[in-house]
């Protein structure tokens, strides 16, 4: 089984900053695509950004140039830096793997729990 752990969520004025890290665990033999998403109230779960293997960044348009997203493959970790908050993006965000657990197996998606950002104005 694969486990993700996410961190890093919180309470912060506009215009402030966070740093939110997911760690995957368990049965791992390789790991692919990482994303973030987040879902606010009464709205649907949306892609905020992805990276892959080989470190290729997309972002949503809503938050180029605030949001930085990169990984450690050694610590098998993602992070999401996030710059210049604003109380829009108050949301529970998630954490989102593609992860093979042996040799020939397909690649499984895998969620963490989510973790709360609240951007306060």
């Known amino acids: 089984q694969v486990q993700l752990v996410e961190s890093g969520g919180g309470l912060v004025q506009a215009g402030g900053s966070l740093r939110l890290s997911c760690v995957v665990s368990g049965s791992i033999f390789n790991i692919g695509v990482m994303a973030w998403y987040r879902q606010a109230p009464g709205k649907q779960r949306e892609l905020v950004a992805t990276i892959t293997s080989t470190e290729s960044k997309t972002y949503a348009d809503s938050v180029k140039g605030r949001f930085t997203i990169s990984r450690d493959n050694a610590k098998k970790a993602q992070y999401l830096q996030m710059d210049k908050l604003k109380p829009e993006v108050t949301a529970v965000y998630y954490c989102?793997?593609?992860?093979?657990?042996?040799?020939?197996?397909?690649?499984?998606?895998?969620w963490g729990q989510g973790t709360q950002v609240t951007v306060s104005s």
């Open positions: 989102n793997v593609y992860v093979k657990e042996c040799w020939g197996s397909t690649w499984q998606i895998n």
